[in-house]
């Protein structure tokens, strides 16, 4: 196979970078394992290594700081195909920490080479995640506060399955590289190197220095010992997983079979607790509606830690466009706990004698001047989840806004058996 | 007639599957959560991809990946992740990646609240990137536009190769309402111009007149590349300020090629009126069933809702101004796009209605600024 080196553009990196060597064997490795340029995605990041991509003739994705690895996860999605390899120094490896643990989790197919030199080359020589305390950097003494993060340790322990920590130096680079794109996962190679650039002008740092660094690494353990029952490639899995899914069903659709009650806009509000169902009776309630061929709109509140504090459904039935959704002198009340009474008691100071609010016997409602029914639940053995549908029920009694046939053929639309049939015998043991 | 009853975020995700999206990715936010959770629903079992980032700034990369790969890709958060978005969005816009981005606002600054409407990013979703170039940002009123809007948001990135927006609110994401979805006139679905062959392709490139190159995704069976950096249309970096200069200009320029067809909006004028009310977002629904009880109380005033926001429709809110004496400008925040309007209709004078307190502008108090102004 031929050399992917884009012979328009040799690395132009400082004399003496680890990167070129690193260039040279990746491309090597390229060859050994026969790939084509149209075969292999590079995605870099920032910094010097930043310019890894063109340097090479293959599809290429160049962008944020620290960001590589959400490209890459993006392109590996829509072309598993692609052999995709990410490159980012230690400074990417700092600021995109959050993505490389995401990526380990993931154990999607790349394989990300981390071109480690201890500092940030081109910003001029401060220290990154990856700075040893004692090293003379243009960071002042900031480093000397900070521990380094051993990158194999904490991608190993986020669940990289391929961890291996290489010299830019050693002569079977191109081996490892290719063992490395070869793992059917998530792979990472941290390749320490020199910038000669930057950090050796006040630091000592040779590649004999590097090979003992590496050797004595306890990451050194990790190399090809891959545990015995892998864990699944992220994009397979997916597959695999996504097939089991059952198609999602169209929305309901109602066409509409009756005719109106009233044929003005109906303002109601529901105001309950968690847990009463309180949305979904709501939701009851405009399906009742649409069967009649009036607009709906429902709009709910509750609270963010969800099982406990008010529940409160507002809707608007009208034969006209619903525009404003807001609601301020509603026509209905349902009130079934004093949470959802107490957070909308300034409705009840709008109410006119045309307002009708049902209210559960025990739940006490601001004096106000409308027709208020008192409805024992409780007495009639309802269960306080139930008391949102059983007030629909009540209303339908009395044959505003909907009437028990619309409510009925609303439950069957919403419901599959057995809620069905027991939401129905609930309506229909409420007529009074 | 059929009617179905759903939230306006699932009307979104229903219309961007029909529109071809086949990759989302996003992180949990309310109130834009529910855009999430349905993509999920529809998108793996139809051989799709729906991803959850590990944050915001990864959702928004993963979909910038996919795009370049030759996928329809869209994203959805709210306030505090639009920020998050920001340098992502330079991106996409810099180097042209389509991509459709949803911010269904809530009342910032900052995580605000979670479930109060507000119309508070208009001018962050135009300004909120490093450069300053120009983005499309759409507005629904409702379920229906959310639906329609949806499939023109994927068209127009499709055609001109850049993030469009969709500035939804709390107020119409997570507010149910019934939709006739089988009878919306649903636009055309466009997909981007692919290069017609591969001999001296360009990523960069531009053919035609339209100020968009042609696209080859990456994996097709050329190199294909992507840069955020200062390219030429080669896709390598350049230092050339004639070079930059062209691309920049023609960056700036591309969206002034938006037909006047891709411009949407919706007129109520009267034929007395001397106020013209200009208005957008859940906040043109009071303002329309205002202007209903005005023209029956012989106080008619005209009503110009925008659905386009960016770029802004210079030449139609000029031409409704036309011969008014005052222009009312009513938005849910404390004074944004009416800066727009002041700026596009000088001599013309201009009062403004806003509110930032999670509560909807009702129509009463249009009625009344309009009254005491
Ligand atoms: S600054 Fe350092 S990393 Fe950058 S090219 Fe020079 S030696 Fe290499």
Known sequence: ?432 | MTVSFMEGNEAIARAAVIAGCNFFAGYPITPATTIFNTMLKLLPPSGGICLQGEDEIASIGFCLGASMAGMKTMTATSGPGISLYSEQISFAIGSEIPIVIVDVQRLGPSTGSATLGADGDIQFLRWGNSGGLPVIVLSPTDITDCFILTIHAFNLAEKFRCPVFIASNKEIGMTRESIDIRNLPLPEIESRKAAPHTTGFQPFAVQSDTGVPDFLPIGSIIPIRQTSSTHGPDGYITNDPKAIEMNRTRLAGKLKNISTNHFFYETHPEKDATTLLITYGVTARSARQANREEKQSGRPFSLLILKTLWPVPQDLIQKHARGMKRVVVVEMNLGQYVREVERVLPGIPVQFLGQMNGCLITPTQIKEFLSHG
């Open chain 1, 1 to 432: 196979m031929d050399s992917l080196l884009n012979q328009n553009r040799p690395p132009a990196f400082c004399p003496g970078c680890t990167h070129e060597k690193i260039v040279q064997m990746l491309d090597r490795t390229f060859q050994n394992m026969n790939l084509d340029g149209n075969q292999i995605a590079i995605i870099s990041d920032i910094g010097c290594s930043g310019l890894f991509d063109t340097f090479f003739h293959t599809h290429a994705f160049h962008g944020l700081h620290g960001r590589a690895l959400t490209y890459a996860t993006g392109i590996k999605m829509a072309r598993p195909e692609l052999t995709v390899i990410a490159t980012m120094g230690d400074g990417g490896l700092g600021i995109g920490g959050a993505h490389l643990l995401a990526a380990c989790r993931r154990n999607l197919d790349i394989t990300l080479l981390i071109l480690n030199n201890f500092n940030f080359g081109m910003t001029g020589g401060q220290f990154s995640a990856t700075t040893p305390p004692d090293a003379v950097v243009e960071s002042g003494f900031l480093n000397k506060l900070e521990n380094p993060i051993d990158i194999c340790e904490v991608a190993r322990s986020a669940g990289a399955e391929y961890v291996i920590r290489c010299s830019g130096y050693q002569t079977d680079l191109d081996k490892e590289l290719e063992k490395a794109i070869r793992f059917p996962g998530f792979s990472v190679v941290d390749i320490c190197g020199i910038c000669t650039g930057r950090y050796v002008q006040k630091n000592r740092l040779t590649p004999k220095k590097i090979e003992t660094l590496v050797s004595n690494h306890s990451a050194k353990k990790y190399n090809h010992t891959i545990s015995s029952t892998p864990r699944k490639e992220y994009y397979s899995y997916y597959k695999e997983l996504s097939k089991n899914q059952t198609p999602t069903e169209n929305p309901i659709t109602i066409s509409p079979v009756f005719k109106p009650l009233q044929p003005i806009r109906q303002e109601i509000v529901i105001l309950g607790s968690a847990g009463q169902r309180i949305l979904s009776a709501g939701e009851i309630l405009c399906l009742a509606g649409l069967t009649a061929g009036l607009n709906a709109s429902q709009k709910n509140e509750y609270n963010i830690t969800v099982l406990t504090g008010p529940s409160i459904a507002e809707l608007i039935l009208s034969p006209d466009q619903i525009d404003y959704t807001g609601i301020d002198t509603p026509s209905i009340i349902l009130a079934l706990a004093s949470e959802g009474v107490e957070r909308r008691k300034h409705l009840f100071k709008n109410t006119t004698q045309d307002t009708i609010i049902i209210h559960e016997k025990n739940v006490k409602i601001p004096s106000c001047n409308a027709s208020a029914f008192s409805v024992d639940f409780k007495g009639k053995g309802i269960k306080p989840q139930d008391w949102a549908l059983a007030s629909l029920a009540v209303l339908a009694g009395m044959n505003k806004v909907i009437c028990l046939t619309m409510l009925q053929k609303a439950i069957e639309l919403r419901f599959k058996e057995p809620i069905r049939s027991k939401s129905i015998h609930l309506i229909q043991n409420m007529v009074f």
